[in-house]
């Protein structure tokens, strides 16, 4: 029984040590198995050729034998003495690569080849399955057999037999290509593995991609190449690679095979970001068994573009990073931007390239101080929210106004917009993804929930003022506070399970400095959610604000001028007019509405408490008063009624 364990270890470490070596694929059959077999010498008897679909493994009391008619062009008939073994139970193993016509013998920790690589097959077989119904042995055979790891029996047997069946292994390959690398995103690398393994030179044509299977030698000049036209474009200008002399002058090594391959349109490499690649062409440089990094002298990839880019786009070399999941990356790659119809990447390492078409960033005009203003800002206006907060809540305790949860919830969601920006582009120089990837949705989550208590705001005081005898509505509050943090929640949400839109955005300046922030990285993102979200409620709010004044101006103390700027001020911190700032940020008119923007809107905490205080303490002097939540309530004289100097005081 101990002897049974051992072999069944054995057997494992080969299906696994056979995975590393030869990276097999779902393409590959794998046969594993412990071999019972007597004390004398040991022979492989093999007998290979075509026209079939059989795999046949046996073994008695000294043979082991395989029996195959799977190959497309091999032809091979043998006996190989195997190597002493002092053991009675050995493991061993066979694989077969259709696509290469490859099969192979592993026993104990020898290697024994039955057909040779002839090079790429169009079509093979593939898919082997053990036709079932092994014959029980009762002396010498095969225990634990396995495919591909999966155990077939632990029984004792004599003989199995597989069946396979014809495919166009061309088109397998790339099938293979795209779900090994939906499955494990780090693993791009299918067809170059499986070319170098493969005993071809020169050019390949695969469905999915071009590859040129390049061997250098020591005393290597240095190599360039013009990939071939796209089927689908055939007057567009390919790409051309340039390898330098020094390829391998920091390896011990002086020979390699490279393998330069042109993929065109092809689903390997989709960014989570959905960034735009030139042409949807991807240039892959890969050396065997070297990871090529800091080379004395770039590779050249040279991108031809089919038509004029936008004058609004950029161009970006980048290389595909599998070590931060599926995106582009810029590192070490410098972009030369030969024509309008040129671009050349110069990149000191080796693995797959593309051209990133981005929207051109304008610089900003005195980032450093503008940062400092809306920060310095977001401070204040922090710590007047909590001051709010504290005086909302001692004041809840007197009034049964509805503005005052109002007030309390825009409040708390500035409170929040503040923080969030506020530590944003300080925790933003950690260069943490998962940090920055949350603080981007807490900041985009805060800003649409102050968006959306503006515009409650807005509708809280167009309701009293219309309607003010008319304006309960049963859980009033709970439907306001679903919709200013539900709504948002929501959209938050869509943006997270479509993508990886949140991550760090860097912002430019003319003064050439730099300042990183987490924010949502697409601009379409940032259009639909936040510009387009904001134009309706400003709208909205605008309208409102409107409505309000033109019902209240001819009222009691609102004739006062002095009276109703401050009304009309106080309002507008409540429904965030300031914010349509944003709609002028153009032309000349840019650095002054910059400015302005970020200190009215970082100070909207703050102007809210000012309101507060200002309102309070009129409020005060009026020797019969109501404050709610910010709001007063006037002794009005003459004819005007207590509903009518009700639904003024709740209107600020």
Sequence with gaps: MRGVKTADLQSLIIVLSACIVHGFSERDFNFTGNWKHGSNPLTLQFNVS???????????????????????????????????????????????????????????NWTYTLCASPGLQPTCYTGLTDKGGPNPSTGFGIFNGRIRGDL????LVDSYTFLGESSSCVKDLCEEARKVTAERSNRVDVIEETLMRANVNGSVDLQCAKATVLNIEAGFK?????????????????????????????????????????????????????????????????????????????????FHHQEPLLKTMTRQCVFWDTTKGMSWNNSGCKTNDVSEEETECLC?????????????????????????????????????????????????????????????????????????????GILASLKEPHLCRFLAVLLHYSLLC??????NEAFNAFRLVYKPMASYIPHYIAKLCLLGYGLP??????????????????????????????????????????????????????????????????????????IMLISIWGMNCL??????????????????????????????????????????????????????????RYSLRGNQTGANAHLVSQTQ
């Excluded at 053991?87 to 066979?94: A, D, H, L, P, W």
């Excluded at 042409?279 to 080379?295: A, K, S, Y």
């Excluded at 409102?544 to 001028?561: T, Y």
């Design 152 to 155: 077939i029996t632990e029984k």
């Design 50 to 108: 075509t026209g079939g679909d059989t795999l046949y493994i046996s073994t008695n009391e000294t043979t082991l034998t395989v029996i195959a008619t799977i190959s497309m062009v091999c032809k091979n008939e043998s006996n190989i003495e195997l190597h002493p073994n002092q053991s009675t139970q050995t493991s061993f193993s066979v694989t077969w690569d259709g696509f290469l016509d490859l099969l192979q013998v592993k026993y104990d």
């Design 489 to 562: 929640l929501i959209v938050v949400a869509v943006v997270l399970l479509s993508g990886n839109f949140y991550g760090e955005l860097r912002i430019i300046s003319e003064e050439n400095t730099e300042a990183s922030m987490c924010w949502i990285t697409e601009d379409l993102v940032h259009y639909i959610t936040n510009i387009g979200v904001f134009s309706v409620i400003f709208f909205f709010n605008l309208a409102m604000l409107v409505c309000l004044v033109i019902n209240i101006q001819d009222r009691g103390p609102w004739k006062d001028k002095h």
């Design 575 to 632: 429904f965030g007019i300031t914010w349509g700032l944003a709609f002028f940020n153009f032309g000349p008119l840019t650095v002054p509405v910059q400015f302005l923007f970020c200190i009215v809107n970082s100070l909207q905490g703050f102007f809210l408490c000012l309101r507060f205080y200002l309102f309070q303490r009129r409020s005060s002097s009026n020797q019969s008063g109501f404050s709610g939540s910010g709001s007063e």
């Design 348 to 424: 000191n390492h080796l693995t797959y390239f593309a051209v990133l078409l981005q929207l051109e960033q304008k610089p900003v005009r005195y980032l450093t101080a503008l940062t400092f203003i809306t920060s310095l800002g977001c401070m204040l206006s922090a710590i007047s929210c909590i001051c709010l907060l504290v005086l909302f809540t001692r004041q809840r305790r007197n009034s049964s106004s509805e503005c005052t949860p109002v007030h309390c919830n825009l409040t708390v969601a500035l409170l929040l917009l503040s923080l969030s920006f506020f530590f944003n």
């Design 222 to 302: 240095g190599y360039s190449t013009s990939m071939f036209a796209p089927r689908d474009v055939p007057s567009a200008k390919s790409p051309s690679v340039r390898i330098p002399p020094t390829l391998l002058a920091s390896k011990a090594r002086s020979s390699a095979k490279v393998i330069i391959t042109y993929y065109r349109n092809f689903s390997l490499f989709q960014a989570m970001d959905h960034s735009v690649i030139l042409n949807r062409e991807v240039m892959g440089i890969t050396v065997q068994n070297e990871v090529i990094t800091e080379l004395p002298d770039p590779v050249a990839i040279t």
């Design 450 to 455: 102050s968006f959306m208590w503006m515009g």
